[in-house]
């Protein structure tokens, strides 16, 4: 059985040492800081950038990967064993051109049925977990086919929410406007976010307040896991004392199976910003993927 090779890009935001574990190839985003230009995850970690952040006049900008970048990779794979099968997971389509960089890279390459690219239409670990999921599915012998079918029912039964601590860097990137984020900011409004089935930033509710964002949350979550078990995955930028009191509230409302970390990288905090916590829930019946 041909062997199956997980590919993803910088934005997932998976600890390094759970790709080198599981052998997942990751592609770099980039994050430019003026004249100066850093690799994702390889040349600029998410402490240092978030030290930066604070210190910048401007905010840094970000910029995709090269189709070059990604055929690297398959070349590489593929030279390694001719006959692998790799699925290549990405940073939604709606935020970002990588996923239509790998598409290119494997259209150059000429090799579609070797090469399946997967645009996740989530951000952070929200596809992060997806592409540990593949891994830990691939690890298990299952084919190409069947790790496919593991990710997206996970994806289907899975949650996820974002809090910013400010409304600044949404704004300044677009995704809301400058008064929207300048009433919020005097009002407290705590806008909670997710990602909608195209794959774009999405306003779910807007509340006055952590505290009440936080109910609001476990709210919805009540709504959709009810009494099930789960897992718990928490992302932050520089947020943990968030990340804490958030772990410790959903433990007095669910049975938590188990709560997992992760940091949130330079690339997604660009558009976030410090004080960030993103919350990912899965039902623990896919505890052996994740």
């Known amino acids: 059985m041909a062997a199956v090779r997980i590919v993803t890009d910088s934005t997932a935001d998976i600890p390094k040492e759970i790709r080198e574990q599981l052998g997942i190839e990751m592609v770099p985003l980039k994050v430019h800081f003026g004249e100066e230009t850093f690799l994702d995850s390889v040349t600029i970690e998410a402490e240092q950038f978030y030290t930066k952040l604070e210190q910048a006049d401007q905010l840094p900008t970000t910029s995709q990967p090269s189709p070059v970048d990604f055929m690297d990779v398959y070349k590489r794979l593929i030279k390694e064993d001719p006959d692998a099968q790799i699925i290549s997971i990405h940073l939604s389509s709606a935020l970002s051109g990588t996923y239509q960089s790998a598409v290119l890279a494997r259209n150059m390459l000429e090799i579609d049925e070797q090469i399946t690219v997967w645009d996740s239409k989530s951000a952070s670990y929200g596809f992060g977990l997806l592409v540990v999921a593949a891994a830990k599915a691939a690890q298990s012998g299952k084919t190409k086919d069947e ?21 600044e860097y949404l704004q300044k990137g677009g995704r809301i406007g400058k008064a929207a984020a300048m009433l919020g900011s005097l009002l407290n409004i705590k806008p909670i976010l997710s990602i909608d089935e195209e794959g774009e930033v999405a306003s779910v509710d807007k509340v006055r307040g952590q505290k009440k964002a936080f109910a609001r949350i476990v709210d919805m979550l009540k709504q959709q896991f009810g009494d099930q078990e789960i897992i718990v995955i928490e992302a932050h930028a520089k947020a943990e004392n968030y990340a804490d009191a958030f772990k410790a509230l959903l433990e007095q409302h669910f049975a938590v199976r188990s709560v997992q970390y992760t940091t949130i990288g330079p690339v997604i905090g660009t558009h976030v910003g410090t004080g960030t916590l993103g919350v990912f829930i899965c039902p623990a019946t896919y505890a052996e993927y994740l």
Do not use: H, P
């Open 147 to 167: 790790v496919l079918e593991v990710i997206r029912e996970i994806k289907g039964n899975m949650a996820l929410y974002f809090l910013v601590d400010t409304l």
